[in-house]
């Protein structure tokens, strides 16, 4: 593969690597679901997480990090929103498994009509 | 929520923290794309990623752990095959967080077609 290729493999695998680990957390993926529903402050989440404060920043600072939110500064108001085409990576990459399992499948049942035909 | 409903929220959590935390390794990912294409044994598998043999065993046991693939031992070999039906959770999830940006965007279109009307 030339190195424009490889480039883009480890940046897409790096990606994945970061985007997966913002989602091993409950309280991140919940984060996730209510922006779903609309944008919202990083005051206003805090508010509906029982969580120290700290705490909660450091999960808004690793969704931040994954891509997976954007968070812009309106005056005092820190908002929070969802980036759903960052999501969509893990929905890419479901499909190309879901392809290679699906294409071994069609494989098998030729096999086996071939087999029968015989 | 009744406890059994609790209890069944709280496993789906956990299987969810699982199954990322199993999809955050570009080994483990390439293990389950190999997986998706048959069943392989471990040697096979061993032999086809260049790692210590050690490392590449934790991988194939944090796999087994998510229940992403299930392994079983016949005679002197083990062999290993995916499981499809946990890495749908993932689909679930998606699905789910789709179906809340989607009836956000509806509920949006609908409050411009009022707003247009009035």
């Known amino acids: 593969m030339d190195a ?8 897409y695998s ?9 989602l091993t957390d409950p309280t991140r993926r919940a984060v ?13 989440l805090a508010s509906e997480f029982t969580m120290a404060l700290p705490s909660f920043l450091r999960h808004i600072r690793a969704l931040e990090g994954s891509g997976l939110i954007r968070t812009r500064k309106t005056g005092r108001v820190r908002l929070c929103t969802l980036e759903h085409d ?3 990576v893990v929905d890419g990459w479901l499909a190309e ?3 290679i399992w699906e ?4 494989r098998l049942e030729q096999h086996l009509r071939e087999a029968k035909d015989d």
């Open 32 to 44: 996730i679901r209510r922006l779903g529903g609309g944008p919202a402050s990083v005051g206003e």
């Open 4 to 11: 424009a290729i490889l480039s883009f493999v480890a940046q």
């Open 97 to 99: 498994q879901r392809a």
């Open 14 to 22: 790096s990606t994945l690597d970061t985007v997966f680990e913002a």
């Open 103 to 106: 294409s071994r499948t069609d």
């Open 86 to 88: 960052r999501l969509a």
